[in-house]
Structures are given as structure tokens and as C-alpha cells.
């Protein structure tokens, strides 16, 4: 969804320009998330059920409708890593957090899931909220009480 998916793949004249057109990018994106219109989403691919698309400086927000009751907010940064040729990490936990409420969810619990082994998918530094429409019933609360 960010135009530079493949920035690893390109000549290494060809990354630099590529880098630094992100850069410039970036820069013209406020602090904060906004969500995109769609029609300024990539034309081409479009994954199945995403829903909404929010960017800032900093990060790119993807959504998906995960079924009934649940979405799915996938988050990664937009800065490139040279040293490590990929995506930029390091997601705080107050990241995710402060994402998940200007992403207007702010209200809902969410979850971060991790597989088993057998089924670790690790492609990209992406973090995943599950962002349930009901409460958790074993999120720990305000006073250290459940819900």
C-alpha cells in the first residue's frame, strides 16, 4: 500500500531516488494519523477486505474486516532501514495505542496474537491489532479488576 514495497529489489541507484521520494513524502503527512480517501490508495492490488487506509509521518495503518466483530489494524513504519534492508521497526506499545485511538478505536479493546511457531509468518515489520467490538472479558481493568 505504500508504493515501495519492493525498494530491497531495486538497483541501488534506483533505491536512493526511490528513498528519498519517501522521505519527501513523509515529510508531507502530519504528525498524526488521517485516514486516506480511497481514491488516493494504490491503483492495481487491493488485499482482500481492507477497509480503510490512515498514514501520518510516521506510519502506514491498513484495516481489515477480520468477520464479524473483529478488525484487523496491520501497522508498520514508513521509513526504510538501509542497514537491514527492510522496513523500519521498533512499535512501541504506546504507538499501537495512541494508532489505535486516532484510528478512531480508542474505545474498543484490541489484541496482539502470536502463533505458534509452526505458523510464523515474519515477512515484513508489521505489527497486528485484533480490535474486538465487545469487551475482552479477561483484559485487566482501571483497579486491576477484569471485565
Keep these: 500500500m505504500n508504493g515501495f514495497s519492493d525498494i530491497s529489489m531495486l538497483p ?8 528519498r521520494h519517501l522521505e519527501r513524502q513523509n515529510a508531507t503527512f502530519p504528525t498524526h494519523i488521517v485516514q486516506l480517501p ?31 466483530g473483529v478488525t484487523r489494524l496491520s501497522v508498520c513504519k514508513t521509513a526504510w532501514n538501509e542497514k537491514r534492508d527492510r522496513w523500519a521497526d521498533g512499535i512501541s506499545w504506546e504507538d499501537l495505542q495512541r494508532i489505535k485511538r486516532e484510528c478512531g ?7 496482539e496474537a502470536y502463533p505458534r ?13 485484533f480490535v474486538f467490538n465487545e469487551p475482552l472479558s479477561w483484559l485487566w481493568r482501571e483497579g486491576g479488576e477484569h471485565a
Design 117 to 129: 511457531d509452526s505458523d510464523v509468518v515474519n515477512v515484513a515489520n508489521m505489527r497486528h491489532l
Design 12 to 19: 541501488r541507484n534506483e533505491r536512493r531516488m526511490a528513498l
Design 105 to 111: 478505536r480508542g474505545g474498543l479493546d484490541a489484541a
Design 38 to 68: 480511497e481514491s488516493s490508495w494504490p491503483s492495481g492490488y487491493r488485499p482482500p477486505n481492507i477497509r480503510e487506509v490512515w498514514r501520518s509521518r510516521e506510519f502506514l495503518v491498513q484495516v481489515f474486516d477480520q468477520g464479524p
